[in-house]
């Protein structure tokens, strides 16, 4: 039997990424039949050997980017060839169907339809010869016409007919609206993307999920909601700890997940006191592009600053409770490759690295405003960064979010088994890691080191 996944129509590059990794979470593999980013309506087929209905609502009761899933009765470009396959598939199914409570509807894509004509359509179904009770609200079984309409054509070009199995966790969007959340910060990533985020890191209970750039814990949030064990830390220790009574622990009360919170910490992934050993199942992370001020990592570019500081009564500077840490300026570049380095050295064997970037040399509209420019004015030429590679981490997916004059990514990296990676591959990306470190830049500016930052500011220039 074939199944139908009704998805929303947004995010498109998101969506079968978020259906497969959901797929391998459970333990099982689907066939694609038909799929379009153009169309909210997708075929697939579960393997022979595993329970259908009981995948089906594996697959999409935590799934985000869709609606539901539907047993497929029938599909045809027009109705009398969706009739016809509606007998050939299920005629020997309706006898179990036929005193239950149901309810028919219809769901129109790019079209609409008269309250009559909508009638008419599903009376049209009369020869199933449904006997039981029509009930709207909670029936046994609903069944869907689905209708595919070009843009602005007046008949549909593709017709499905499906039986609900289950209903996807679209409710959590909702339930973590920022609007709703007590402890946020301007760059807090949005419900919906952090939950898909979670799923595409595979989150679950058993599993340990970290975020090296936590923020205020949209992230670790996600993945607890989806029952991974989670702890994070941020270089600015001050968003951790919040003010009193709003901080990222008082946002895991809020949800009901402050047992599956670990804690957070100060410290960045150049200075990070994490044993270096493979227990983590999952990293999620939106590493800081550096904008505003420039990337920046713990450390000094100052001799004397790179050693222990007294005060004058001998205590060490850096144990006091209002101790802020130098800072050095990076290279964003330089910060991605450490993430996957990092990453390669922490997750399990096939654990999953999901981290954001920006495609191209622009910020979002937000942080646009802080300029004095403007996001009308953002460079019209966009130079896009190559993907960046691990020899221990596999891409699995590369999803796009699109906005106004820029875009970001959504990379996915499976962490490979010992076994599947090329020894001298990772042995020359060790020596090219070493060599840069040792004899890299020798530059000290953030406008230098920040590739990213500087060609967008260079776009406000050229303009002027």
């Known amino acids: 039997m074939e199944y139908l996944i009704r998805f929303i129509q947004m995010h498109e590059t998101f969506r079968k990424p978020e259906t497969d990794a959901l797929a391998d979470l459970n333990g099982f593999k689907?066939?694609?039949?038909?799929?379009?980013?153009?169309?909210?309506?997708?075929?697939?087929?579960?393997?022979?050997?595993?329970?259908?209905d009981t995948a089906a609502k594996a697959l999409i009761s935590r799934s985000i980017m869709t609606y539901a899933i539907y047993e497929l009765w029938g599909t045809g470009c027009d109705y009398e060839a969706l009739h016809k396959d509606i007998r050939k598939r299920t005629e020997h199914l309706w006898e179990q169907y036929r005193n239950l409570s149901f309810r028919f509807e219809i769901d129109s894509f790019h079209g609409s339809r008269s309250h009559s004509e909508r009638r008419d359509i599903m009376e049209s179904l009369g020869y199933m010869e449904f006997k039981g009770p029509i009930v709207m609200r909670d029936p046994d079984h609903h069944f869907t016409i689905f209708e595919d309409f070009k843009l602005d054509?007046?008949?549909?070009?593709?017709?499905?007919?499906?039986?609900?199995?289950?209903?996807?966790?679209?409710?959590?969007i909702t339930k973590y609206n920022l609007k709703k959340r007590k402890y946020i910060a301007t760059t807090s990533m949005d419900a919906e993307l952090s939950l898909v985020t979670a799923n595409m890191a595979q989150a679950a209970p058993g599993r340990l999920a970290y975020d090296p750039f936590m923020g205020t814990g949209s992230f670790p949030l996600a993945c607890a909601h989806f029952g991974s064990t989670v702890f994070g830390s941020d270089m600015d220790g001050r968003s951790v700890r919040g003010k009193k009574g709003r901080n990222v622990k008082t946002n895991f009360e809020q949800y009901s997940t402050s047992s599956l919170y670990l804690d957070g910490f100060a410290a960045d992934l150049t200075n990070t006191p994490l044993r270096q050993n493979r227990y983590?199942?999952?990293i999620v992370c939106d590493p800081p592009y550096g904008v505003r001020e420039g990337l920046k990592v713990l450390g000094s570019l100052k001799p004397a600053l790179q050693q222990e500081v007294l005060l004058w009564n001998g205590q060490p500077a850096h144990l006091q409770s209002d101790y802020i840490p130098p800072k050095r300026p990076y290279s964003f570049l330089r910060?991605?490759?450490?993430?996957?380095d990092f990453s390669s050295t922490?997750?399990?064997?096939?654990?999953?690295?999901?981290?954001?970037?920006?495609?191209a040399g622009a910020v979002d509209e937000e942080e646009a405003e802080q300029t004095e420019t403007g996001p009308?004015?953002?460079?019209?030429?966009q130079e896009e960064y190559d993907i960046p590679q691990h020899p221990a981490l596999e891409l699995v997916s590369c999803c796009t979010q699109d906005f106004?004059?820029?875009?970001?990514?959504?990379?996915?990296?499976?962490?490979?088994?010992?076994?599947?990676?090329?020894?001298?591959?990772?042995?020359?990306?060790?020596?090219?890691?070493?060599?840069l470190q040792v004899n890299g830049s020798k530059k000290s500016t953030a406008d230098e080191l920040n590739d990213f930052r500087r060609k967008y500011f260079q776009g406000f220039k050229e303009r002027t």
């Open 346 to 359: 922490m997750l399990v064997d096939d654990g999953r690295l999901c981290m954001w970037m920006p495609v």
């Open 280 to 282: 983590l199942d999952s």
């Open 30 to 52: 689907v066939e694609w039949i038909s799929y379009s980013d153009d169309s909210p309506f997708a075929i697939i087929r579960f393997p022979d050997d595993i329970d259908h």
């Open 376 to 381: 009308q004015e953002a460079p019209e030429q």
């Open 153 to 172: 054509a007046k008949s549909p070009h593709q017709l499905h007919f499906g039986r609900r199995v289950a209903e996807s966790g679209r409710g959590a």
């Open 335 to 340: 910060m991605l490759d450490d993430v996957l």
């Open 404 to 435: 106004n004059k820029w875009s970001r990514q959504l990379l996915t990296y499976r962490r490979r088994r010992d076994s599947e990676v090329d020894a001298a591959s990772l042995a020359a990306y060790r020596m090219q890691r070493l060599d």
